[in-house]
């Protein structure tokens, strides 16, 4: 049983070009959340979706930012125009129908994303 | 809003001896959720413990164990028999019942263990 799966492990991009992280959530799995962890920095919450929703996204940037996570196929997080500021590790966790946030996340092994 | 602090940036601990990693948390919930992740250099982030706030008893996973003061909201975590194993980041963080959407984490800044062999 695969955990959680993120890819690009690394992504490398410019500046004013398009990032895209991927993340599969654990198998049974139907509730997604994104993280920003910072250089010396803890996790940041950013953005909890299920299929096609977006339920909470109190933490995620109003420009450039968006996911999704869509019936068929990963979530996605998409930044446009990236600035240096962007650059962080992405993580993505998943777990299974909430109960009164009893649910443990999975997290994946996260996405690097480095921004010259 | 909910803020967890962890005032110990590095602690370091002899190998086979206990070290306790501190977190403090500020919330007016009253029912809600601890953890204990580690982060190793592979940088996965692993569960270790997990605490409900409405449970007296602190919760014990093997070797790791907490200490919940749920009037002083303190959820200290120690790690008995240290191994190299367990050298890492260990972040604290907190979780509020689910309801209105928010079910977000929130984590303190981490503490970076260090096991001395």
């Known amino acids: 049983n695969a955990g959680v799966m993120q890819n690009p492990r690394h992504l490398v991009r410019r500046r004013g070009q398009e990032a895209r992280l991927r993340c599969s959530p654990m198998?049974?799995?139907?509730?997604v959340y994104w993280y920003r962890q910072l250089p010396e920095e803890g996790l940041k919450f950013m953005v909890y979706l299920q299929k096609e929703n977006i339920i909470d996204e109190s933490g995620m940037p109003k420009e450039r930012f968006s996911a999704e996570f869509p019936k068929e196929g990963p979530s996605i997080l998409r930044i446009q125009q990236v600035v240096r500021g962007d650059s962080a590790a992405y993580f993505c966790a998943s777990s299974r129908r909430t109960v009164e946030g009893a649910n443990v996340l999975t997290f994946g092994a996260g996405s690097r994303l480095t921004v010259l | 809003a909910q803020t967890v602090t962890q005032s110990q940036p590095e602690m370091s601990v002899q190998e086979a001896e206990t070290v306790t990693l501190s977190c403090t948390y500020d919330t007016s919930e009253s029912d809600y959720y601890l953890f204990w992740y580690k982060q190793p250099p592979s940088r996965q982030m692993i569960l270790v413990i997990r605490q409900e706030a409405y449970k007296q008893q602190n919760a014990t996973e093997n070797r790791f164990s907490v200490n919940f003061q749920k009037a002083a909201k303190s959820f200290s975590l120690k790690i008995s028999d240290s191994q190299l194993g367990d050298a890492a980041m260990y972040f604290c963080?907190?979780?509020?019942?689910?309801?209105?959407?928010?079910?977000?984490?929130?984590f303190g800044k981490g503490t970076h263990l260090i096991i001395q062999p």
């Open positions: 963080a907190y979780r509020r019942p689910s309801g209105g959407g928010a079910d977000g984490l929130t």
């Open positions: 198998k049974g799995h139907s509730h």
